[in-house]
């Protein structure tokens, strides 16, 4: 049985950082990509960014494009993404996901049960 359990989420003040985890099981990480969702209240839920199984490869959103990270450590079967320069409109709940990549979310199959994100101005 696959599970994805996100931690590391928490209140921020605007340009501040935040790195948050993801820990895997009943999944090796190398066969799947692993992605993090956003979703804001009333929002759809958003692409962050993802990192390809097969390699350390990744692809992020143009919104978050040189501010966030996503690292993998194949040997704790974690998913990191470090969040740099946040801003108020980063506040949401930040999925893990795990599928088959891309950046639409009926890609994935599994996900976790979210961490809420809050940048305060």
């Known amino acids: 049985q696959v599970q994805l359990v996100e931690s590391g989420g928490g209140l921020v003040q605007a340009g501040g950082s935040l790195r948050l985890s993801c820990a895997a099981s009943g999944l090796t990480l190398s066969t799947a990509a692993m992605a993090w969702f956003r979703q804001a209240p009333g929002k759809e839920r958003e692409f962050v960014g993802v990192?390809?199984?097969?390699?350390?490869?990744?692809s992020y959103a143009d919104s978050v494009k040189g501010r966030f990270t996503i690292s993998r450590d194949n040997a704790k079967n974690r998913v990191y993404l470090q969040m740099n320069s946040l801003a108020p409109e980063d506040t949401a709940v930040y999925y893990c996901?795990?599928?088959?990549?891309?950046?639409?979310?009926?890609?994935?199959?599994?996900w976790g049960q979210g961490t809420q994100v809050t940048v305060s101005s």
């Open positions: 990192i390809r199984g097969s390699s350390p490869s990744t």
């Open positions: 996901a795990a599928g088959y990549g891309g950046s639409r979310p009926t890609a994935y199959a599994y």
